[in-house]
């Protein structure tokens, strides 16, 4: 009997013009840009566009999206009230993001309606969770600017949004990953949209997905100085406990996103004026490396993307609680992408499974009591 790869690894289910990952060579390209290309130098309006047209937008194309993005970002009325009532509960922000696009179809069900509506529903629930009053979207600001705005309730400067744009164009399409094949799966069926880019916000919510970035930056936090790194991190891979912010399932060198998002993480701090935590990450960073290489040499166990999303999004002044939430205001334009490639030449998706258990039993008799 034949026994096919647990988890589909290495099983072809879709073609895609989106993005490739090579994990032996540690590469990753957006539409046929190089990562570094798109992530530092296109706006999240233009990466959107790309991913949705495959190309770059012309000049008019760009302005129109901006208009079309910056019109739809006022929420239903249904939708505040439920954000509101998940706040008012303390529900997890990533189950108040699935809870609010649910019905984000009353607004409509279109692709640019619910990409404009993921930063509002979550610095909605986040200002709200923590007793202010939301802030209404402005549409004289780009997306990353307006997402700012909205949690701060100030405009932000060009710094911060090139440092937000840098990460959200960084995240915004990773190949055949579980909430973008989710996302592909429902929309086999015939499925709407919403409820592709809902039942992806479920895969994304788990913590071996989406879930890890804040353990990475608390783990720089516990050790608080570089000198105390090799202790603190030695008694932990002694423990057999997992260093987050190393180590990934395709990339067998260091994730390009961390190289990217580890730029852009320094110009931001730069420009702070406060370098420290900065230094602090790198230190702990190389004191990883080489400890991982000591116990568990040959293993691979490089950078990921989580380490340097948490140093930068931190940096930004956001919270543990919206590390996740943001990943997906980023990723649902790939979500979104996706779903478009698999309407376009649909087959539905439906892997087989091997049959392992028990044969031949029979119905009739009774049952014996369990022991």
């Not at 505040?80 to 607004?107: N, P, T, Y």
């Not at 087989?352 to 029979?362: I, K």
Request: charged share 20%.
């Amino acid at each position: 009997m034949t026994h096919q790869p647990m988890g589909l690894e290495g099983v072809v289910a879709a073609e895609t013009r989106l993005s490739h990952v090579d994990g032996e060579r540690g590469e990753l390209i957006i539409a046929g840009y190089p990562l570094a290309e798109i992530a530092t130098n296109a706006t999240f309006e233009e990466a959107t566009w790309l991913l949705w047209h495959g190309r770059r937008p012309t000049p008019a194309e760009l302005s129109a999206f901006h208009r079309e993005l910056a019109g739809r970002r006022a929420l239903p009325a249904a939708t505040m009230a439920l954000v509101q009532e998940c706040a008012a509960g303390q529900v997890d922000a990533m189950d108040a993001l699935r809870i609010a696009a649910g019905s984000i179809s009353l607004a409509g069900e279109d692709a640019i309606t619910i990409a404009a509506s993921f930063p509002t529903m979550v610095a909605s629930f986040w200002r709200v969770r923590h007793g202010l009053e939301p802030v209404a979207p402005r549409a004289d600001l780009s997306h990353a600017a307006n997402y700012l705005y909205m949690l701060d309730g100030e405009p932000p400067d060009h710094e911060r949004v090139r440092a937000l744009e840098t990460y959200l164009n960084t995240v915004i399409d990773h190949g055949l990953n579980a909430s973008t094949f989710t996302c592909r799966v429902i929309c086999s069926t015939g499925s709407d949209l919403v409820s592709a880019v809902v039942g992806a916000i479920g895969a994304l919510k788990g913590p071996l997905h989406g879930g890890a970035p804040g353990p990475a930056l608390e783990t720089v936090f516990e050790i608080g100085d570089a000198s105390r790194a090799e202790a603190v991190l030695r008694r932990k891979i002694e423990n057999g406990d997992r260093l987050m912010g190393f180590g990934h399932r395709v990339y067998k060198v260091r994730d390009p996103r961390a190289d990217v998002l580890a730029v852009a993480a320094e110009r931001l701090f730069t420009r702070g004026g406060d370098m420290s935590l900065y230094r602090l990450a790198r230190d702990v960073e190389a004191t990883a490396l080489r400890l991982i290489e000591e116990y568990k040499p040959g293993r691979r166990l490089q950078t990921n993307v989580e380490f340097y999303t948490a140093l930068l999004l931190h940096g930004l002044g956001l919270e543990v609680s919206l590390f996740t939430p943001t990943f997906a205001i980023g990723r649902v334009s790939g979500w979104i992408g996706h779903a478009f490639e698999q309407r376009a030449a649909n087959r539905l998706i439906r892997p087989a499974s091997e049959y392992v258990g028990a044969r031949d039993l029979t119905w009739s008799g009774s049952v014996a009591s369990a022991a």
